[in-house]
Nanobody
Framework: QVQLVESGGGLVQAGGSLRLSCAAS????????MGWFRQAPGKEREFVSA????????YYADSVKGRFTVSRDNTKNTVYLQMNSLKPEDTAIYYC????????????????WGQGTQVTVSS
């Protein structure tokens, strides 16, 4: 089993920054990639970013490319999502997830999920 614990959400003004953290524990050696998803009210949960556990190859949705950065600290088994130049449309509940498979940009490809953390960007 893999357990994921998120932190770092909060309220920030447009143009500001937040860093989300996701600590993984358990059978982390089975992880192929860690992903970040978000869900705004009335919308489907959408892919934001992902990082391959071993190779550190990263992926980004077009809507966040150039503003968000995903990274991994292997000494802590923790994945981060650095969010800069935040916009009101970034407001959502953000979830981290882990997959033992190879699909990194679809919700259905992930096996384990964090509890979610609220990010609110005010104008």
């Amino acid at each position: 089993q893999v357990q994921l614990v998120e932190s770092g959400g909060g309220l920030v003004q447009a143009g500001g920054s937040l860093r989300l953290s996701c600590a993984a524990s358990g059978r982390t050696f089975s992880i192929y990639a860690m992903g970040w998803f978000r869900q705004a009210p009335g919308k489907e949960r959408e892919f934001v970013s992902a990082i391959r556990w071993s190779s550190y190859i990263t992926y980004y949705a077009d809507s966040v490319k150039g503003r968000f950065t995903v990274s991994r600290d292997n000494t802590k088994n923790t994945v981060y999502l650095q969010m800069n130049s935040l916009k009101p449309e970034d407001t959502a509940i953000y979830y981290c997830a882990a997959t033992t498979g190879t699909v990194v940009n679809r919700r259905g490809g992930y096996d384990y999920w964090g509890q979610g953390t609220q990010v609110t960007v005010s104008s």
